[in-house]
T-cell receptor, first 108, second 109 residues
Framework: TQLLEQSPQFLSIQEGENLTVYCNSS?????LQWYRQEPGEGPVLLVT?????EVKKLKRLTFQFGDARKDSSLHITAAQPGDTGLYLC????????FGAGTRLTVKP | NAGVTQTPKFQVLKTGQSMTLQCAQD?????MYWYRQDPGMGLRLIYY???????DKGEVPNGYNVSRLNKREFSLRLESAAPSQTSVYFC????????FGPGTRLTVT
């Protein structure tokens, strides 16, 4: 059983569409990170959220940390083919735990 | 500034063979980690080292050993490889924001 549950597991959309992916847990985290991983490479950190209710924006990506610090969401506006990849959330709870990821495909 | 480097990139072992995966970072981080990534499972923590001279078990430590050789280097050893250890192995450094190496693809036949 994953400590962090990510949904959906797979998502395929057309260029220009908006999307939201979710990261949920029953545990409280002191911080939560989002990473993007491309095939054959290691994950790359996108953002860290620390405060409950925090919202961070990174160009077309908006990250939100739940008020209770148990869940997070990632919203992408006007998705582009370059957004294709595996999106992983990770929670800091003495050690780092990762979700299984959402595999996003953006078709041109 | 190379970040996190891992060797080798690919390895094929027979059941029962041993090998050591090497990891080095040049970011002066105290914390270093070893993960394995399997399809549908995400990244699972094998071992971590919060500082030079200390190591701790993660979620899936069985069948592995680690050595924090110095602040830069953290190695992962498989003493007697098993097919269940076929996976992609990632080393990472950094406590709250982790930086990952390119991975080692290991196949055990």
């Amino acid at each position: 059983t994953q400590l962090l549950e990510q949904s959906p597991q797979f998502l395929s959309i057309q260029e220009g569409e908006n999307l939201t992916v979710y990261c949920n847990s029953s545990s409280v985290f002191s911080s939560l990170q989002w990473y993007r991983q491309e095939p054959g490479e290691g994950p790359v950190l996108l953002v860290t959220v620390v405060t409950g209710g925090e919202v961070k924006k990174l160009k077309r990506l908006t990250f939100q940390f739940g008020d209770a610090r148990k869940d997070s969401s990632l919203h992408i506006t006007a998705a582009q083919p370059g957004d294709t990849g595996l999106y992983l959330c990770a929670g800091d709870n003495n050690d780092m735990r990762f979700g299984a990821g959402t595999r996003l495909t953006v078709k041109p | 500034n190379a970040g996190v480097t891992q060797t080798p990139k690919f390895q094929v072992l027979k059941t029962g063979q041993s090998m050591t995966l090497q990891c080095a970072q040049d970011m002066n981080h105290n914390s270093m980690y070893w993960y394995r990534q399997d399809p549908g499972m995400g990244l699972r923590l094998i071992y971590y080292s919060a500082s030079e001279g200390t190591t701790d078990k993660g979620e899936v430590p069985n069948g592995y050993n680690v050595s924090r050789l110095n602040k830069r280097e953290f190695s992962l050893r498989l003493e007697s490889a098993a097919p269940s250890q076929t996976s992609v192995y990632f080393c990472a450094s950094g406590r709250y924001e982790q930086y990952f190496g390119p991975g080692t693809r290991l196949t055990v036949t």
